[in-house]
């Protein structure tokens, strides 16, 4: 049996001024948040991290931490919904090293562990 990661692009709320380069950023997250940085965010788009940084913060209303998280959670909330994979590959492929962290995380987001969100569901 092959493991199936999941990997989409997660709709976030854009201001309707933002350039396209927001949008793309966004998607760019989604795809890699297991690994994204700002620094290698900004690489990827041929710009300085501090442009990243501002267009993140002007146009979506969060930090670019802030965005990374969330896109960890979104992810890490589909993965839980849509496989039977260890809560370590589940927090494994969101980018988190240390199990307790993505726990606390997950909570802090959710308001339930992992392992009870599987037994209820989304």
Request: net charge positive.
């Amino acid at each position: 049996m092959r493991e199936k990661v999941i990997s989409y692009v997660v709709p976030v709320r854009v201001s309707d001024d933002a350039p396209p380069r927001v949008e793309r950023v966004c998607a760019y997250v989604a795809q890699n948040c297991d690994r994204a940085t700002l620094a290698s965010t900004a690489r990827a788009f041929g710009c300085h991290p501090n442009t990243i940084r501002r267009d993140v913060r002007r146009y979506l209303g969060m930090t670019f931490g802030e965005l990374v998280r969330d896109m960890r959670m979104r992810r890490a909330a589909a993965l839980i919904d849509e496989s039977e994979l260890p809560m370590s590959r589940v927090a494994s492929y969101c980018g988190y090293e240390d199990l307790g962290s993505f726990y606390a995380s997950f909570e802090r987001r959710y308001g339930s562990s992992p392992a009870r969100w599987r037994g209820i569901g989304a």
